[in-house]
């Protein structure tokens, strides 16, 4: 869990068209909520 202010770490995943985003790129500007699933355990 991160702190208030903290920064996303660096994480990168794919789109869903396969192209490799940073997370904290796309939700750098405005407030967010992320959530990561992992999917088949």
Same mark, same amino acid.
């Given at each position: 869990?991160?702190?208030?202010? =903290?920064?996303?770490?660096?994480?990168?995943?794919?789109?869903?068209?396969?192209?490799?985003?940073?997370?904290?790129?796309?939700?750098?500007?405005? /407030?967010?909520? =992320?959530?990561?699933?992992?999917?088949? /355990?």
């Amino acid at each position: 869990m991160l702190d208030n202010g =903290a920064q996303l770490p660096p994480i990168t995943a794919k789109d869903l068209d396969g192209n490799d985003v940073v997370v904290g790129d796309l939700l750098a500007d405005t /407030w967010s909520v =992320a959530l990561f699933y992992r999917g088949h /355990w």
